[in-house]
């Protein structure tokens, strides 16, 4: 098992527990924020939950076995597999927003939430809420033992079309209308994690094998995409994942980075906020400090892996 290679000691007391729900397979950005999870010391990461990514023009039943595989190569490739469970999320969006889809994902999220342990338990979702809703459809006492944060949703004050949103609107609108604290990260706020290739080439992709992966999938990635018009952009990408790590890394005392806004529901047909419709209050962020966040990871590999 891997040992990392750090100088200080996060004390024991300032250490939070995490899971990790990922679409880990659906584009080339879940791998850093996976990587970055499991180099952070503050982090006891408890178990990763490999989540589907199936849409209504792109709907093969397979997407979440992808997601299991390539988590379970990005442990491999950093040496550390068998460093926190793995449990599969469900195969697809659920049928409405009060039918769970059961799966040992969603049940990983209720066995760690109902712990008797002091620390908060963070749950990092990457991707759709599938699992997520699921778990607090099972077991709604979930929602005062854990915070969720999510990587999805339009800008305000109106919403857009995004895909970790639109994959699952259904199970959107089950978080946000649950008691579950949500710390949201919308589209435009995530979008500030830009990197360049160029960027990606020097820092990371001489940091043994994991380096060598994750600069030469998403280089790969990349290509792959090339005929699309309007996306990716040629040399720069985002790493939209990675706010789930700098939310946690900010100074407590920066509350000038999100604002408390009434919790959204989401249009099924337009994927618009539809207002007026709040029952209580969600953290939504206007920053994601890029320049700590992605130095962060950055400083980890090249420490670790380096």
Not at 14 to 22: A, D, E, F, N, W
Not at 36 to 64: Q, W
Not at 175 to 202: C, D, F, I, T
Not at 265 to 287: F, L, M, N, Q, W
Request: glycine share 6%.
């Amino acid at each position: 098992m891997k040992q990392f290679h750090y100088l200080f000691t996060v004390p024991e007391q300032k250490r939070v527990r995490m899971l990790i729900s990922t679409d880990a397979k659906n584009e080339a950005d879940d791998q850093y924020a996976i990587a970055h999870h499991l180099m952070t010391p503050k982090f006891d990461v408890r178990g990763i939950i490999p989540a589907h990514f199936e849409t209504p023009y792109r709907n093969t039943g397979t997407s979440c076995q992808a997601s299991l595989d390539e988590v379970h190569l990005v442990l491999k490739l950093m040496d550390m597999e068998g460093v926190c469970p793995v449990e599969k999320g469900a195969d697809g969006p659920l049928p409405d927003e009060f039918t769970p889809m059961d799966s040992p994902g969603a049940r990983l999220i209720i066995r760690e939430a109902m712990q008797d342990d002091p620390r908060p338990l963070y749950i990092a979702c990457q991707g759709t809420l599938t699992d997520m809703a699921s778990a607090i459809l099972l077991e709604p006492e979930i929602c005062s033992r854990a915070t969720c944060i999510w990587i999805g949703g339009g800008a305000y004050p109106d919403g857009e079309h995004e895909f970790n949103q639109d994959v699952d609107i259904a199970a959107a609108n089950a978080v946000l209308s649950s008691a579950m604290p949500v710390w949201q990260v919308p589209k435009n706020v995530y979008k500030q994690m830009a990197v360049s290739l160029a960027e990606l080439q020097h820092k990371v992709a001489p940091c043994g094998a994991i380096g060598k992966y994750l600069f030469e999938q998403m280089a790969d990635y990349n290509l792959k995409l090339a005929a699309i018009p309007h996306w990716p952009h040629g040399e720069i990408w985002g790493l939209g994942d990675s706010p789930t790590i700098g939310v946690l890394l900010f100074e407590s005392e920066r509350k000038d980075v999100y604002e408390m806004r009434p919790a959204p529901r989401i249009d099924p047909e337009t994927s618009r906020y539809i207002p007026g419709k709040a029952t209580r209050e969600i953290r939504v962020y206007k920053d994601a400090n890029a320049r700590l966040t992605l130095e962060d990871f950055f400083a980890k590999l090249a420490i670790n892996y380096g």
